[in-house]
């Protein structure tokens, strides 16, 4: 039997899938009057054909657990061994260690009372020989002298963020607790031939940067706290090498339109609610650590009482210079969520790359335009540089490739960027097949300026939960739901001489 997280999931996903099975109904109907066809095969991708699958050693497969996890994260510690942590149906935070090809020890730490849609797990090593795992409203922590695991409840934190020696992480909080500015959300609508309007008076959340004490998190900078929008649980956070912190996020309000109506044997309801805006912002950590220090040592002097956050000020990335605005950019399919899967921070650069996924629209760079209509779509790695979209695109993924037919989901995605800027990808392709068409969960990879072919890892569910782990020298640790349901891992390896 489904838990509550998953219907919940599957009921958002099912919405999507219909919408999206609509949409494609449509296009085909126009792609059979046009005879349209996909950019691969009408030659206009040269460089996507051109590519060969990664140069890579693929390990054995590995049976995790035998059910789709709810939630799961990954990491690779200073030892080489892979930590896995997930959340099962039954609520159950489960750790498993990974070691070459074998699974080296399996533990419950815990069960999650409270798992939300919008729950996260995290892990980290930190310091070194430290494990820490957020889970809800719990984090547990284990340390190498210490053979137990310890559990905190009342965990706010939803990221990690270390910095240097220090430990920060991101959430979003409340805004009473912060006395963030009030507004009114206007709610109106029809209800059968009777119109009406109620509103609310809500105070805005906001995204926090806290700092790890004896004593909790502390709250060290907050993100727009003088506007008047929301902070969305959806969002991305890291730091780079030259000394940034990177914050991805979307803010947005309550409210909306909707209209009820019924007829004789039945009845149905549409309605619409304000767009969420995208909004990135970077802050120096050096500043950071030098308020967090000045913050302590006030209060152990006993001074008069300082001023409690930093203010971080994001700028919205509305304007997308890769899209043409041309007839069917009101209809376009833009994906960008969820952050925290689609974006990476490239630490050698302080670049954040991410995956979008686009349909019905046109890419422009300046140099070329691709429109993605008819039957195409595809992913596209796009580029934030200096708080701004870069023009800048490249194809990732795209119709009819690997093979003819082949297609991409839009869903189940992840990429991360390794210490050397190496980007390593998730994605799960589609066969056409008879009655249900056959997943695979794909690998791809970019080094310099060229993406690889994708490689098949194996067969993928529908309903599959990725996690990818890659340690300092490109070595990674996939693991995805197989088509029977099965929860399986295998190590992607560069060959030996690539490895530095």
């Not at 002097?301 to 210079?321: C, E």
């Not at 490109?474 to 739901?481: E, H, T």
Request: net charge negative; hydrophobic share 40%.
């Amino acid at each position: 039997m489904p838990t509550t997280f998953a219907l919940r999931r599957n009921i958002f996903i099912l919405r999507i899938g219909f919408r999206l099975t609509v949409a494609t109904a449509m296009i085909i109907l126009s792609t059979i009057v046009v005879g349209c066809a996909s950019l691969a095969s009408k030659g206009l991708l040269p460089e996507v054909l051109a590519r060969h699958p990664p140069d890579i050693q693929l390990g054995a497969e590995l049976i995790l657990i035998e059910e789709p996890p709810e939630l799961v994260t990954s990491l690779i510690d200073t030892d080489g061994v892979v930590h896995l942590f997930l959340i099962d149906k039954d609520n159950q935070l489960q750790h498993i260690e990974i070691l070459d090809d074998e699974i080296i020890n399996r533990e419950i730490l815990g069960v999650i009372e409270k798992l939300e849609p919008w729950t996260v797990l995290d892990a980290i090593e930190h310091p070194r020989g430290k494990l820490r795992v957020i889970a809800g409203d719990k984090q547990y922590f284990h340390s190498a002298h210490n053979l137990s695991w310890q559990e905190v409840k009342g965990n706010r934190c939803s990221r990690f963020v270390p910095i240097g020696d220090e430990l920060f992480c991101a959430f979003v909080i409340k805004g009473e607790e912060i006395g963030a500015p009030e507004r009114t959300d206007y709610t109106y609508g029809w209800f059968l031939l009777v119109p009406f309007v109620f509103w609310s008076h809500e105070q805005a959340s906001k995204l926090v940067l806290a700092q790890e004490s004896p004593n909790g998190w502390i709250v060290r900078a907050v993100v727009d706290p003088n506007t008047k929008m929301d902070a969305n649980s959806d969002f991305m956070v890291g730091t780079d090498n030259v000394g940034n912190v990177h914050l991805l996020y979307f803010t947005s309000k309550g409210g909306g339109a909707f209209i009820l109506f019924a007829g004789n044997y039945s009845g149905g309801a549409s309605g619409s609610a304000p767009e969420p805006e995208l909004r990135y912002a970077r802050l120096k950590y050096n500043q950071l650590l030098a308020y967090s220090t000045d913050i302590q040592n006030q209060a152990s002097g006993n001074n008069s009482t300082p001023m409690q956050w930093m203010t971080i000020k994001g700028t919205p990335l509305t304007h997308k210079p890769f899209v043409k605005k041309d007839s069917n950019y009101n209809h376009a399919h833009i994906v960008l969520r969820p952050l925290s899967k689609n974006f990476s921070i490239n630490k050698a650069t302080g670049e954040v790359s991410g995956l979008m996924w686009a349909w019905v629209c046109t890419l422009d760079d300046g140099k070329r335009q691709l429109p993605l209509l008819g039957p195409d779509q595809s992913w596209v790695e796009v580029t934030i540089r200096n708080g701004q979209w870069s023009p800048g695109f490249n194809i990732v993924t795209a119709e009819d490739h690997p093979t003819s037919n082949y297609s991409w989901s839009p869903f189940e995605q992840l990429i991360k960027i390794d210490p050397k800027g190496k980007r390593h990808v998730l994605l799960q392709g589609l066969e056409p097949a008879f009655w249900i068409p056959s997943r695979y969960m794909n690998y791809l990879a970019k080094e310099d300026a060229n993406w690889s072919a994708p490689l098949a890892l194996g067969s993928s569910s529908l309903w599959s939960y990725g996690s990818l782990a890659i340690d300092d020298s490109g070595i990674a640790f996939v693991a995805w739901v197989n088509e029977e349901g099965k929860f399986i891992g295998r190590w992607i390896k560069p060959h030996s001489g690539d490895i530095q």
